[in-house]
């Protein structure tokens, strides 16, 4: 499946437009990751810890919003959106959402 920030695909053409699809992940943060975290902070540098976790979130909200343009027969995704946002009590939930339109090309 092809998936693209991108209204259109350069050289492909769209032959039908089955809907909104989107994909969402929650996360929480754990006394380990940020203990690491307040180190990095300390320190100085990159978090390691909350990167991969926020990749990790990422790559699952990608692999729903994928799997439910795949139920509409789509074969791929345009114009995908991207939003993160901390949630929960002190914020300590991390939450991924992505929106696009699943298409036939």
């Known amino acids: 499946m092809l998936l693209t920030t991108t209204p259109t695909i350069e050289g492909r053409r769209i032959l039908e ?18 203990f690491m975290a307040s180190l990095s902070d300390f320190f100085g540098g990159r978090s390691g810890t909350y990167e991969k ?11 729903e919003m994928e799997q439910r343009a795949a139920e509409l027969g789509a074969n791929a ?25 699943a298409v036939a090309i």
Do not use: F, H
């Open 77 to 101: 995704v345009v114009g995908i959106d991207l939003d993160y946002e901390a949630i929960g009590q002190n914020g300590s939930m991390l939450m991924v959402t992505c929106s696009g339109t």
């Open 17 to 34: 437009y089955k809907g909104v699809v989107t994909g969402e992940t929650i996360v929480g943060a754990n006394v380990l990751k940020d």
């Open 53 to 63: 976790v926020l990749r990790e979130a990422k790559e699952s909200a990608m692999r």
